[in-house]
């Protein structure tokens, strides 16, 4: 279905290719996962097989790819739209209409088809991806995993033969992404859909995959084979893997129930052993820095947020979690007066944001919003920087130097837009933390980011807590939540349902349970890294 024959992508400017020498076929009917570090080129590799790549973003393509026998180079995108479906990391950018129901008919429209055609198919696609109840909502009142669906659900009307998908479940609830994932395959295997999706969030889709393809990045050729083949020796894996990997386990185990099998001995050694050591939540008599008294927000006729009580104390991470729409960044953009109470109130450092002057409220609390190029307007680096210390009232080279901290060899001259997802949440976290806030709000951090760029940022986040900064997450990553969170408080329908230490609401849920936890369930431990401290011990 798609071919790809010597293929390589060179960036005007660039030093060396992004991609070079890829040889390979996906068959129809395939689930085709790329995986990689940021930065590998699995978004240019997307890119190519609907002429993307070079037509839009430039560059030069050597070799040659082909779909379903058109060649990419002379066929441009529009040429190709009958025939192969995009879906970006940025919902929003591939939006043209403003309510659900009429995106997911623009596609069908483009296409010509008979409205009868699309009347049905726009049902069955509310049906196939929970988009029922939304079917009438303006498209800038949803949360970002309802705009992921949508804009899924606005590709599949037109029934492409190929899908390809970046980061499709970033914005994703795991309950919603397991749904996502599931309608896929049953797309690849009852309707021979081809899927070509990238994904650095591997412990949701491996179980998925037919196929991987393995960018080592530099350029370097492509790694292509099984599930288990990639999964031995790739430098990218996902928790379960990374625990197999420990423990010894061949072959190694790609599912929960493969390592639930392969764990009786590593359960039996790891009850000999005390538990994991955490904090405990909010630190003795810490001050409360964040505060909700039965808030109630509303966009028109939907309530976000129900008569929500909550705090939050210097010295804490507390994780919001739950479904996608659930009201988790309605509750942060309260707290940074982006959103005005319906009822009730809300209050940073005792007083309310709303009447907050801007440079006064950039030295209390800080947002990190899903997307962190929405903060970016200037042409470098260095120009971000410097505005962002006029902005706080900070000396010169201040936001510069925080950056140095958080994001080592940056070029101060590079275009914003020209940096890897990590870089970019790195240069935000700088221009926010110049003012000094103690309150750090961040609304999914690790959207985009690959294994070894998390743990840069737990490492981070753990610093700067253990600052006295307060630190709160808006997330679906469960095992983000399970590597740097204190506590963990659950939305539901914008009411809280859960509130309380990270590790118990971990254990205690299906739906938020890393996957260490749920190999080793009952036992307490959350991550790898907890296992191999516990392990060395023992030895």
Not at 463 to 483: M, P, S
């Amino acid at each position: 279905m798609i071919s790809f024959d010597g293929v390589g992508v060179t960036y005007h400017g660039a030093t060396h290719p992004t991609i070079s020498g890829i040889d390979l076929e996906v068959e129809e009917a395939e689930l085709c996962l790329v995986i990689g570090r940021t930065g590998s080129g699995k978004s240019t590799l997307l890119r190519t097989v609907n002429g993307l790549v070079p037509h839009f973003t430039g560059g030069t393509l050597h070799g040659r790819v082909t779909v379903a026998g058109r060649d990419t180079a002379t066929h441009p995108p529009r040429e190709l739209a009958d025939l192969v479906g995009v879906v970006g990391q940025d919902p929003r950018a591939g939006f043209v209409t403003d309510l659900v129901e009429e995106e997911l008919a623009y596609g069908m429209e483009s296409l010509g088809l008979d409205p009868m055609v699309m009347r049905r198919r726009v049902e069955e696609t509310l049906d196939l991806l929970g988009l029922v109840e939304l079917r009438n909502r303006p498209l800038d009142t949803l949360s970002g995993g309802e705009r992921q669906r949508v804009a899924i659900g606005a590709v599949l009307t037109t029934h492409p033969a190929v899908l390809v998908l970046d980061e499709p479940t970033s914005a994703l609830d795991p309950p919603a992404a397991e749904e996502v994932l599931a309608t896929l395959q049953r797309l690849v295997h009852d309707l021979g859909l081809t899927v070509l999706l990238a994904e650095h969030r591997l412990e949701r889709v491996v179980p998925f995959a037919d196929r991987i393809l393995h960018l080592p990045g530099d350029g370097a050729a492509v790694e292509s084979g099984s599930p288990g083949e990639i999964m031995a020796t790739s430098p990218v894996v996902p928790p379960v893997v990374e625990l197999g990997r420990l423990a010894g386990w061949s072959p190694l185990p790609l599912t929960i129930r493969e390592a639930r099998r392969c764990a009786r001995d590593l359960r039996e050694q790891l009850r000999t052993q005390p538990s994991p050591t955490r904090s405990s939540g909010t630190p003795a008599a810490a001050s409360e820095v964040l505060r909700a008294a039965q808030l109630t927000v509303a966009y028109g006729d939907t309530l976000a947020l129900r008569h929500v009580d909550l705090s939050v104390h210097l010295g804490e991470v507390v994780a919001l979690m739950g479904r996608n729409g659930a009201g988790k960044s309605s509750l942060l953009q309260a707290w940074t007066g982006l959103l005005t109470p319906t009822a009730g109130l809300v209050t940073v450092a005792g007083r309310d944001p709303g009447s907050l002057p801007p440079a006064e409220l950039v030295r209390e609390v800080a947002l990190v919003p899903q997307e962190p190029a929405e903060l970016l307007y200037a042409d470098t680096v260095a120009a971000e920087c410097a505005s962002a210390d006029v902005d706080a009232g900070c000396e010169p080279g201040s936001c510069a130097t925080l950056l140095a901290r958080l994001v080592p060899g940056l070029d101060p001259e590079q275009h914003p837009r020209d940096l890897s997802e990590g870089q970019r949440l790195g240069l935000v976290l700088a221009i926010q933390l110049t003012a000094d806030p103690p309150a750090l709000l961040l609304d999914e951090p690790t959207r985009g980011l690959d294994y070894d760029a998390k743990r840069t940022l737990v490492g981070l986040l753990r610093d700067l807590v253990g600052e006295g900064r307060a630190i709160v997450l808006a997330t679906h990553d469960v095992e983000l939540v399970a590597a740097v969170a204190d506590r963990t408080v659950v939305l539901a329908d914008g009411e809280v349902v859960v509130d309380g230490p990270a590790d118990e609401v971990a254990v205690s849920s299906p739906a938020f349970a890393p996957q260490v936890a749920k190999v080793l369930s009952p036992l307490p431990w959350l991550t790898v890294d907890e296992v191999h401290r516990s392990l060395e011990v023992a030895s």
